[in-house]
């Protein structure tokens, strides 16, 4: 899987959730992520197969290190899903989109990579180490 359409500085993190599961990857010049950079930050977008079996596993795994991880020291990242009005394009499976912003230039995506492989089950990869206790 190539990132070559994606800023170096996306990759350490793109290679990262590639391995999640539930997060879909596709075969474009993109690998179905979207990336951008700004003045007011960075963010990375992508898309979830909601009937995976562990894909709201990994959005609240994800949602805690990114959003909640410490009460006194937080993260300057937000997870949020993201979609186009509904009533204009289709249901969740097809429109439904997640995005990891940071508000900090200093707080690089190579970091958070390191934040979430520090934090999520190990190897991510690997499906028997997510648990699934509902």
Known sequence: MSFAKHHP???KLLSYLSR????????TEFAGFGT?????GWYIKFSLDIR????WHAVQEMGH???YLSVDDRLPTIFMPVSPPPYLNGGPAYFLSWVIECSDHQTTPGAIADWLEGRLPQPVEDQDQWATDD
């Open 20 to 27: 999640v599961p539930s997060v879909q990857v596709n075969t």
């Open 36 to 40: 951008g950079d700004s003045e007011q």
């Open 65 to 67: 290190v990114l959003n």
């Open 9 to 11: 500085r996306f990759h």
């Open 52 to 55: 995976h079996p562990l894909a």
